[in-house]
């Protein structure tokens, strides 16, 4: 099983940023998608989620600025940001998650940076 992330990067503040998270060798559809990310000295927090069906949930602090969205015909999820600001900067990482098997898999993270 693999997760890859791409497109983090550099951005300023204001900004925007499309991360997408590819995954291989799962059955895409019966497992819950979500983004989390690791800022420097906190904890791994949940950024958004989204069922196999399109549910989603967010975070208080991304509400209205991040959209989490998937392909299940290309097996990918993305995560849409808008307004970044500073407080945004972390590792963000891929999570599949099936709470029925028990099971979860993580991709390597992508950082994302937001800075003038």
């Known amino acids: 099983v693999q997760l890859v992330e791409s497109g983090g990067g550099l951005v300023q503040p204001g900004g925007s940023l499309r991360l997408s998270c590819a995954t291989s060798?799962?059955?895409?559809?019966?497992?819950?998608m979500g983004w989390y990310r690791q800022a420097p000295g906190k904890q791994r927090e949940l950024v958004a989620v989204i069922t196999w069906d399109g549910n989603t949930n967010y975070a208080d602090s991304v509400k209205g600025r991040f959209t989490i969205s998937r392909d299940n015909a290309k097996n990918t999820v993305y995560l849409e940001m808008n307004s970044l600001s500073s407080e945004d900067t972390a590792v963000y990482s891929c999570?599949?998650?099936?709470?029925?098997?028990?099971?979860?898999?993580w991709g390597q993270g992508t950082q994302v940076t937001v800075s003038s």
């Open positions: 060798g799962l059955i895409f559809t019966i497992y819950e």
């Open positions: 999570n599949a998650h099936n709470s029925r098997l028990n099971i979860d898999y």
